[in-house]
């Protein structure tokens, strides 16, 4: 009866009912045509019109305006895996970040770098894009810019040794903080090398001192590829992931739709 006016539900539901009491079956029969019939009435009563179509997939902008650490990393890409889930494969992210830990970043790089078709993730840069945040910048399979003399990458290799170093010094401790140090230096390297391309000599000059670079620059090396003044097109749902919230807000353009504190 899915598709029919107010009339008609109701008539087919006393026909349904006549037809029960009507024909004699076995007991297992009648229950379940009674199962259904009580499953009928439910649906004409409450005005369902039958099984709700899916939702179209929609372009999806997640506001990455944050540090970069490991409850920052985490929400970002529950945030994906969710909008993925729910048939949403355009996804844009946002980034303006002064940067924070190599190592979460260089592991969101990887996830997002190979998630599998259809899936595009796109990395635009609307404000700076510093150390850690890179890294991120540079998972983008499509990477743009904001245009602007403001416009920043700031690429430098490590120099926080992790863990808490002892002041007692021994050169097998310098050793692992040396280990570690490179360990992070290789990941930026791996990182930009994946988006550059042909610029492994000026990257590894950066990490090991450190470069800024303007929307222009990072064209010309091929970190982004298009300098662009138009964010997002219009009803595109927008998320946001910042330190002070254990959840990403939802957004649509122009108004907050809902805020999950």
Not at 4 to 27: C, D, F, M, N
Not at 67 to 95: A, P, S
Not at 146 to 159: E, S, T
């Amino acid at each position: 009866i899915y598709g029919y006016g107010a009339l008609r539900p109701a008539i087919a539901l006393l026909s349904t009912w006549a037809t029960i009491k009507r024909v004699k079956l076995p007991l297992i029969a009648r229950y379940a045509c009674v199962v259904t019939f009580v499953q009928l009435v439910a649906c004409t009563m409450f005005g369902q019109s039958g099984p709700s179509s899916p939702k179209s997939p929609q372009p999806v902008v997640i506001n990455f305006v944050s540090d970069v650490n490991y409850d920052t990393v985490d929400r970002l890409l529950k945030t994906v895996t969710e909008q993925i889930d729910k048939g949403n494969h355009d996804i844009t992210i946002l980034i303006g970040s002064g940067g924070g830990q190599v190592e979460p970043a260089f592991a969101a790089f990887n996830i997002l770098r190979h998630l599998a078709a259809p899936t595009q993730i796109t990395t635009y840069n609307i404000a700076n894009a510093d150390s850690a945040a890179v890294v991120l910048f540079s998972a983008g399979t499509k990477r743009y810019s904001l245009p602007g003399v403001g416009m920043r990458f700031l690429i430098h290799g490590a120099f926080k040794l992790n863990g808490n170093v002892p002041s007692f010094l021994t050169s097998e401790i310098l050793e692992q903080q040396l280990a570690q140090v490179n360990s992070s230096n290789q990941m930026v390297i791996q990182a930009m090398e994946a988006a550059t391309k042909d610029h492994q000599a000026d990257i590894l000059a950066a990490v090991k001192s450190q470069r800024i670079l303007s929307a222009e620059q990072a064209k010309d090396w091929g970190l982004v590829q298009e300098i662009k003044d138009t964010l997002f097109p219009p009803n595109t749902l927008m998320l946001v992931v910042s330190d002070s919230q254990p959840k990403p807000e939802q957004v649509s353009i122009g108004r907050v739709v809902t805020s999950e504190r």
